[in-house]
C-alpha cells in the first residue's frame, strides 16, 4: 500500500575543497613569522669535528672609523696582510667561505677595494654579512 520512496543519498561537493586548502596553505606561508635567532640562553653541546666549518670560513670586518680599521677574525690588522693571510689559507683550504662584515656607514669604494683584492688573492666564495629582522626584510 505505502510505497517507499528512494532517498538519493548526500552529497558534497569536493571540487572545491582542494582550491581551499591550497589558499589555507599559502596564507599559513605568507603570515607565519620564523623565528630564526631567539633570545633564549641555551648551552649548546660542542660537536666534534665543529672546528672543521670555521676552518674553512674566514670573517673580515671593516669600520667606518676615521682610520679605517680592519680585523681578521679577531685580529687587527693592514689590508695587505689580511690577503696574505687569504691567500695563505686558500692555499690550504681551497673551498674557503670568505664573510666581509662591513659597516653601514662604510663608503662603497672601501669596500669595492676590499673585493677587488680578495678577487686577486682567488678567493671565489665571498658573502657580504647583513643583519636581518624579525619579518625576513633587511635592517
Known sequence: MFKKKKKSAPSIPVSSMADIAFLLLVFFMVTSVLDTDPDI??????????????????????????????????MKMPLNEVINRIRAKLSTTPDLKVLIHADRDLPYSDMDNVFEQLKLAGALKIS????TTQGGGLK
Open 128 to 131: 657580504l654579512v647583513t643583519k
Open 41 to 74: 640562553p641555551i648551552n649548546l653541546p660542542d660537536v666534534p669535528g665543529g672546528e672543521q666549518l670555521n676552518k674553512k670560513i674566514a670573517n673580515i670586518y671593516l669600520s667606518a672609523d676615521e682610520d679605517r680599521t680592519i680585523f681578521y677574525n679577531t
